[in-house]
């Protein structure tokens, strides 16, 4: 079965630069969420999409921007990246916005940001 | 604040034992808890989840166990193997915020043969 797909899977940036994450949902996901995990941490929810438009958003600094298109495929966008910003980002997906049962979140694979 | 925490970092257990996981939660206006499993450079996988509504549910070799007296949550493997071996997360969802979840500080699992 088709998963979320995350791209690149890696990604080295200097500080100060910018970054472009991609993430493309399950066919038929029409919901996208994006989390940030940092060494050892917990996920971090930063912001998701439902049906192209901003549904939620959480720790997500004001250097970062996101959104979904008309295909849902979402982009996150990170400027003036700094050290800290070195994590897993994790996109997943839902059909809806995700509750119990079949809508439950299903999550890529992640990239992993290293900022140097 | 709000938050999903668990008790233990980490859990060693020999394969063939039953592996008990714990979380901790203080929002009790949550409506549903969810465990995932993480494995080295993967996303959390989904492996089962309970509506607050409920206080068991069991899935294929695992058990969820939802005790909001004391606002606890634990993951029950029966027979742990090797393919086991993952950091294991507890979430919140609220139902005011779908899809936004809380997670809780992993606890790596060890399965040893």
């Known amino acids: 079965a088709a998963g979320v797909i995350q791209s690149p899977r890696h990604l080295i940036k200097e500080k100060r630069e910018t970054a472009t994450l991609k993430c493309y949902p399950i066919?038929?996901?029409?919901?996208v969420y994006w989390y940030q995990q940092g060494p050892g941490q917990d996920p971090q929810f930063l912001i998701s999409?439902?049906?192209?438009?901003?549904?939620d958003k959480g720790s997500i600094p004001d250097r970062f921007s996101a959104q979904q298109f008309s295909d849902y495929h979402s982009e996150l966008n990170m400027s003036s990246l700094e050290l800290g910003d070195s994590a897993l980002y994790f996109c997943?997906?839902?059909?809806?916005?995700?509750?119990?049962?079949?809508?439950?979140?299903?999550f890529g694979a992640g990239s992993r940001l290293t900022v140097l | 604040g709000e938050s999903v925490g668990l008790h233990l970092p980490t859990l060693s257990v020999q394969e063939g034992d039953n592996s008990i996981i714990n979380c901790a939660y203080s929002?009790?206006?949550?409506?549903?808890f969810i465990w995932y499993k993480q494995e080295s450079g993967k996303g959390p996988q989904f492996i089962i989840d309970?509506?607050?509504?409920?206080d068991k549910r069991q899935g294929q070799r695992v058990t969820v166990l939802l005790n909001k007296t004391v606002k606890h949550l634990s993951l029950q493997i029966a027979a742990t193997q090797p393919g086991d071996s993952a950091v294991y997360f507890c979430?919140?969802?609220?139902?005011?915020?779908?899809?936004?979840?809380?997670f809780g500080r992993g606890t790596q699992l060890t399965v040893w043969p």
């Open positions: 997943a997906s839902s059909f809806g916005l995700a509750g119990s049962g079949a809508n439950v979140l299903t």
């Open positions: 066919p038929r996901h029409d919901t």
């Open positions: 999409f439902y049906e192209k438009m901003q549904s």
């Open positions: 929002n009790s206006a949550s409506d549903y």
């Open positions: 309970i509506r607050s509504n409920m």
């Open positions: 979430a919140e969802n609220k139902g005011s915020t779908l899809g936004r979840l809380y």
